[in-house]
């Protein structure tokens, strides 16, 4: 063991790998820290993004248009937060959406772990894409009875209505020279 992951281990008992090194990839999170490096750096103050001065109602078309172009661009980190918390808040909302979903990641989990030459179960050998095959049977009817036809298409409209709504009333940000 090297020095220094000796170190941590000593220091602290409730984790015993030192965050350098832990596999970061294998959960998954590599892509949550490349979105907040790439997305997050850019996001707006609060105060400025729910700036009520600079909200009006657009004279016309060609100003609604001109605002669309201007704040989409320069809210777009926030603009992408706002459409994780509506898929967020439609996600916990919907109990049986959570469970269906829980239920077919947790197949594919397992699946994945299923060598090429497949399991056997009684006298039959099945393959993991006969598998995933049968999880997609047991898929379909699931995420049917949870709505999700209906959770997606109230999810693009919320994030819509609220972040076009947002952009065109919002007066474009005009830079101060430094």
């Given at each position: 063991?090297?020095?220094?992951?000796a170190?941590?281990?000593?220091?602290?008992?409730?984790?015993?790998?030192?965050?350098?090194?832990?596999?970061?990839?294998?959960?998954?999170?590599?892509?949550?820290?490349?979105?907040?490096?790439?997305?997050?750096?850019?996001?707006?103050?609060?105060?400025?993004?729910?700036?009520?001065?600079?909200?009006?109602?657009?004279?016309?078309?060609?100003?609604?248009?001109?605002?669309?172009?201007?704040?989409?661009?320069?809210?777009?980190?926030n603009y992408?937060?706002?459409?994780?918390?509506?898929?967020?808040?439609?996600?916990?909302?919907?109990?049986?959406?959570?469970?269906?979903?829980?239920?077919?990641?947790?197949?594919?989990?397992?699946?994945?772990?299923?060598?090429?030459?497949?399991?056997?179960?009684?006298?039959?050998?099945?393959?993991?894409?006969?598998?995933?095959?049968?999880?997609?049977?047991?898929?379909?009817?699931?995420?049917?009875?949870?709505?999700?036809l209906?959770?997606?298409?109230?999810?693009?409209?919320?994030?819509?209505?609220?972040?076009?709504?947002?952009?065109?009333?919002?007066?474009?940000?005009?830079?101060?020279?430094?």
């Amino acid at each position: 063991m090297n020095p220094r992951r000796a170190a941590a281990v000593s220091t602290s008992s409730s984790f015993p790998m030192p965050l350098d090194e832990f596999p970061i990839a294998a959960l998954g999170l590599g892509y949550i820290n490349r979105f907040r490096r790439d997305h997050l750096s850019t996001l707006r103050p609060m105060a400025e993004f729910l700036d009520s001065n600079r909200l009006s109602k657009p004279t016309s078309v060609a100003s609604m248009t001109s605002r669309l172009s201007c704040n989409i661009p320069y809210f777009r980190s926030n603009y992408i937060l706002v459409f994780v918390g509506i898929t967020a808040y439609s996600l916990v909302t919907n109990a049986t959406l959570m469970f269906s979903a829980g239920i077919v990641a947790t197949g594919w989990h397992f699946i994945s772990k299923i060598p090429p030459e497949g399991i056997v179960i009684g006298e039959d050998r099945y393959n993991p894409r006969q598998l995933r095959t049968g999880l997609g049977c047991i898929a379909v009817p699931l995420f049917f009875y949870s709505s999700t036809l209906g959770t997606i298409f109230y999810i693009i409209g919320a994030s819509a209505v609220s972040i076009l709504g947002h952009a065109a009333c919002m007066e474009e940000h005009i830079e101060e020279p430094v």
